[in-house]
């Protein structure tokens, strides 16, 4: 997945970061999307190489709730502000309304680092 170097370098870091954490948990990293803007995102993170999207397939949801835990407290200071709670949130579970959307993890860097308008 070449897309993946287009990503802001601190994204990349926290991903590896994300990735490292579940690999010594036994948890796949699946990227299901890197810069393709959802349909009814609000938001450019994914094209503006600030999101990056991974599966929770094999991922039990203590897992998930561990890893949003952690990893929000981790990166609070580089997390993409929320809309709705006007708060930094860096992991992101969630399902978007597009037909056929799985629940996914989504993890977004602050939009100071967009990389393209
Ligand atoms: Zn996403």
Request: hydrophobic share 40%.
């Amino acid at each position: 997945m070449v897309e993946l170097f287009l990503i802001h370098p601190i994204l990349f870091y926290a991903f590896l970061d994300v990735s490292s954490w579940a690999y010594k948990k036994n948890l796949p990293i699946i990227v299901t999307n890197v810069l393709d803007k959802q349909k009814d995102s609000e938001t450019d993170s994914h094209p503006q190489g600030r999101a990056i999207d991974i599966s929770v397939i094999h991922w039990p949801d203590r897992s998930i709730r561990e890893a949003d835990n952690y990893f929000d407290a981790k990166y609070g200071k580089i997390a993409a502000i929320s809309g709705k709670t006007g708060k930094p949130n860096f992991f992101v579970y969630h399902k978007t309304k597009k037909e056929g959307s799985k629940w996914h993890i989504h993890l977004q860097i602050n939009a100071k680092y967009r990389k393209w308008d």
